[in-house]
């Protein structure tokens, strides 16, 4: 099997079997699409849902934001077959890694729902929210995904430290 891994503001689209798309989210969203009967789909893997109304975009930040980045995979997909009608999506990440960040993965995952419901893409399966980390693994070919939780990255309070070993008196040089 053939691995493709994408990473935020990368898509990749497949029509051929045996083929797997993978990325890494925290508060990112990866939203997974796949026509069943034209056997195409895709994946994407964006930053922010869109871009604040005060904030110029770049053309090369164009496909970190949702807005973009969920387009473009919707019109590559239809490039090799797809119908927009038949697609079927997986939404996976949105997770609140560091809680001094704000709900940057909660924007992030409501706008991935709204831009589902706005555009009547069915959402099949998702697994938004929370505070883990998530590994996507995507068989576009066959529209199945398996996401896999990292364990709770928010500590609750800090670790504690170390014991110093005891004091013997010596004096070690390294």
């Known amino acids: 099997m053939r691995r493709v891994s994408i990473v935020q503001g990368e898509n990749a689209i497949v029509a051929e079997p045996e083929v797997m798309v993978s990325t890494l989210l925290g508060s990112c969203v990866a939203a997974c699409l796949y026509d069943p009967v034209a056997k195409v789909g895709g994946m994407n893997h964006f930053l922010l849902g869109e871009p604040g109304a005060d904030h ?23 490039a ?14 949105g997770a609140n890694i560091v809680s001094g960040l704000g709900p940057i993965g909660s924007s992030n995952a409501a706008f ?3 831009f589902m419901a706005d555009e009547g893409i069915e959402i099949a ?14 068989l576009p070919h066959e529209g199945r995904s398996r996401c896999t939780k990292v364990a709770d990255m928010v500590p609750e309070r800090p670790p504690a430290p170390l014991p110093l070993p005891a004091d013997t008196g010596e ?3 390294f």
């Open 56 to 78: 110029h975009v770049g053309a090369n930040e164009m496909s970190r934001y949702g807005v973009h980045a969920m387009e473009l995979l919707i019109n590559g997909m239809m």
């Open 80 to 93: 090799r077959g797809a119908l927009r009608s038949r697609l079927r999506a997986h939404l996976y990440g």
């Open 112 to 114: 991935a729902r709204r």
């Open 125 to 138: 399966h998702s697994d938004l929210g929370g505070t883990s980390a998530r590994k996507i693994e995507f």
């Open 171 to 173: 004096l070690e040089l």
